[in-house]
């Protein structure tokens, strides 16, 4: 099935903040003998779209069919439509909103100066088979009819505002007179590539009422309990013409919703009022249902003006969840309260986070930030199925790519953002990386090869002089009280982020038989670790230039020491920790690395200790702040915080299935291997983790008999080899610390 050509608008118009232009409806109404066998609907916008079919609402999700730069791609859906066809008349019905074809609200990031922006459009052709074998089709053009709809103003940052007096009962099914109505306008079509959506929909995960709802002088204010992502459904009785306001946000100051970490305060832009904030005008009479359906937001808190206090109920707010439809692949629970908050809070930060892609949070920015998902990529592969949404996120990743290699922060977007630096750029190759070694998918690798080869192309005429890589951004949020001196310097970050981005473009080139390039990403980090080791290191101390966490730990992971360097390389981190005293000081570059770094070493309790303890700077910190979920940064002023929902301090749950569960998957990188690795912190008295491989599950739990003795029980799919390992300190009850890897129960024994 081919795609439509031709979109079509319902005016050139498009909204301003002080501005708005309302949302579009669109019908079409066509005769049928009899239901067709077959009928099939492809429809498309730069913008989003809502479709029904004879009055019955079939939108695959939220927010279809996808977030693009329409200069990019154009995305669309496929319907099968047979069953929703009857003899006579049917309406094809459609609403549409601005999306990012027509996003002001996104000034900060240059959206309202897009070269795409417009009046929002569809696309569409229906195909069906007469039953005399003919085909026939319709597209969208001057015979589809429009008119405004009560979707006064639509913005995916800002909201939405809804006068349901102007509502048209009927309007999208057979019977209804639109004679009033205007022909549709046709309009250019964008320039970017028509493309099928294939990422997973976004859909209602789940649905609550407020925990409480508490009066104040100048409205109400809804509490639902948790930090969240989705809209609010709104349910009352109102007057005709009262104007309900619903302001969404994540943070309270003197029990107020404040909404200074949601915007830009003092940056200029006159819309930041408008910001998370959504308008409902009742019809008046009967009770009324509303819910937003063109935008999303990020909040545990609702602000309602305008409602009476006997309206006031729990029931007329009810928040709706919104993420992509990712299924669970993994988890891990354990004996530590805290851990489990913090495992319960990844998982919600980072689906909070992913709408069609990973966004940095689902409030102030909603951008796809490269480095945010780069981060997360090996936590969430191990968590949820997002494999099918980060191959589709990757073609428009691809896309954005500049002539010489440089890839922007953001994706989608509108020539914002680039030269954000190595631990930025970094996604092009280890989200393919990443899921070719959970997944064993080789298509992503051959997709993503060329992209890598130019980023490589960009990182090595951007080395500088002295050999470094010394540009963009660095090890972002970072926590502690150490002074600016005990941090890690650019060079450092990137230099090193850049020899690992050219790793594993090395192995992902010999996967794929692509030989010389292979030599050349070798080559490239080679040069990188010379000037690294000449210029970062000091040779006599085996100190890392900054001489902090990051610096040191980053080096470690990333291959900056000698086989017979490592020890004392490690001796000094943990003299760097012991000056912190045990406390984090690190951003998410140093995040990342430095707890594997430490179990790696045998320091698990140490590890342990620094994500679990309430003190602050810490994830146990969050925790005891009353944090639902995870935070952008740790900061101790919480009268003005940044985002209280990021997802890019979530590698923690991969160092719990890791290491506390002992899950090593593909440890050797061939597709074939299972190894089963726990460390038994000594604050936990039992640890228990699983991930669905593809070969099948995998469960690997431990949990103490005695002072002296641990069981550990496995379960493996067929198809895997490897081994089981016995911790430090401990052997197996024959006497050994090794076993093949094998199903069951085994008892572990303290040996020292």
Not at 75 to 95: H, K, M, Q, S
Not at 452 to 464: E, N, P, Q
Not at 510 to 532: D, K, Q, V, Y
Not at 616 to 638: C, H, I, M, N, Q
């Amino acid at each position: 099935m081919d795609f439509p050509s031709q979109f079509i608008a319902a005016s050139l118009a498009f909204s301003e903040p002080d501005n708005p232009v309302p949302a579009p409806y669109l019908r079409k109404s066509f005769t049928l003998s009899e239901v067709p066998a077959q009928a099939a609907l492809l429809v498309g916008s730069p913008g989003f779209y809502e479709l029904t079919v004879n009055g019955q609402r079939l939108t695959k999700g939220a927010l279809a069919p996808y977030l693009s730069n329409p200069d990019d791609f154009v995305y669309f859906d496929r319907y099968e439509l047979a069953g929703a066809l009857r003899p006579g008349e049917n309406v094809l019905g459609l609403c549409f909103g601005n999306g990012l074809q027509n996003n002001p609200g996104g000034w900060v990031w240059q959206f309202h100066q897009a070269p795409w922006r417009g009046s929002p459009r569809v696309a569409l052709r229906l195909e069906w088979t007469e039953p005399d074998g003919n085909r026939m089709a319709i597209e969208g053009d001057d015979t589809f009819r429009t008119a405004p709809s009560p979707i006064l103003y639509d913005d995916l940052r800002h909201g939405e505002y809804y006068d349901s007096r102007l509502e048209m009962p009927g309007w999208d099914a057979p019977g209804f007179d639109d004679s009033g109505w205007k022909p549709a306008l046709p309009v250019p079509a964008p320039r970017g590539t028509p493309r099928l959506c294939e990422a997973e929909p976004i859909t209602v995960a789940n649905t609550w009422g407020p925990v409480r709802v508490t009066r104040l002088e100048d409205g109400h204010l809804y509490d639902f309990g948790i930090n969240t992502a989705g809209v609010c459904r709104l349910r009352l009785a109102g007057r005709p013409g009262q104007t309900i306001t619903m302001q969404l946000g994540e943070h309270l100051l003197d029990g107020r919703l404040s909404m200074r970490n949601l915007t830009f305060e003092g940056a200029g832009y006159p819309s930041d009022d408008k910001v998370q904030k959504n308008q409902f005008i009742c019809r008046g009479g009967e009770t009324q249902t509303w819910t937003p359906r063109f935008t999303f937001h990020g909040f545990r808190h609702v602000f309602v003006q305008g409602m009476d206090d006997q309206q006031a109920t729990p029931e007329a707010l009810t928040c709706e969840a919104l993420h992509s439809a990712l299924p669970e692949r993994g988890g891990f629970e354990c004996s530590d309260e805290t851990l489990n908050k913090l495992q319960l809070f990844t998982r919600r930060s980072t689906l909070d986070n992913f709408y069609y892609f990973p966004t940095d949070c689902p409030h102030r920015e909603k951008n796809g930030w490269t480095g945010d998902a780069a981060l997360s990529a090996e936590h969430i592969l191990l968590n949820l199925e997002a494999e099918r949404s980060f191959a589709e996120w990757l073609h428009n990743v691809r896309k954005s790519q500049r002539g010489d290699g440089g890839l922007p922060g953001i994706v989608p977007t509108a020539r914002w953002g680039y030269d954000t630096g190595p631990a930025w750029d970094s996604v092009i190759t280890w989200l393919p990386y990443y899921t070719y070694l959970y997944r064993g998918d080789r298509a992503i690798l051959a997709d993503n090869a060329r992209a890598i080869l130019r980023h490589l192309d960009y990182l090595d005429a951007k080395t500088g002089a002295d050999g470094l890589l010394n540009f963009g951004l660095g090890d972002w949020c970072p926590a502690g009280r150490m002074p600016s001196e005990y941090k890690a310097p650019l060079a450092v970050v990137n230099t090193l982020v850049g020899m690992d981005s050219c790793a594993k473009a090395s192995f992902i080139f010999g996967e794929l038989g692509m030989l010389a390039h292979r030599s050349f990403a070798e080559s490239l980090r080679e040069s990188l670790l010379a000037a690294a080791r000449l210029r970062l290191l000091d040779h006599s101390t085996l100190e890392v230039a900054g001489r902090c966490q990051t610096s040191q730990a980053l080096a470690l992971h990333n291959g900056l020491f000698l086989p017979g360097e490592r020890s004392r390389a490690f001796a000094v981190l943990m003299d760097i920790i012991r000056r912190d005293r045990e406390f984090l000081d690190v951003g998410v570059i140093g995040g990342r690395v430095l707890f594997h770094v430490l179990a790696d070493f045998g320091e698990i309790d140490l590890a342990v200790r620094m994500i679990a303890r309430p003190e602050f700077p810490s994830y146990g910190w969050w925790v005891a702040r009353g944090a639902t979920t995870l935070w952008e940064d740790f900061k101790e002023d919480l009268t003005r915080p940044n985002s209280q929902n990021h997802h890019f301090w979530g590698d923690i749950s991969h160092f719990f299935i890791r290491h506390l569960a002992g899950i090593h998957y593909n440890p050797r990188r061939n597709g074939r291997e299972l190894d089963i690795r726990p460390r038994f912190a000594a604050s936990l008295r039992y640890a228990r983790g699983w991930h669905r491989a593809p070969q099948g599950m995998v469960r690997a739990g431990w949990e103490r008999r005695s002072e002296d003795e641990v069981a550990l029980a496995i379960e493996v799919p067929e198809g895997l080899d490897g081994y089981v390992a016995a911790p430090a300190g401990y052997v197996f009850a024959d006497g050994t610390a090794f076993k093949p890897l094998a199903g069951g129960e085994f008892s572990l024994l303290r040996c020292l």
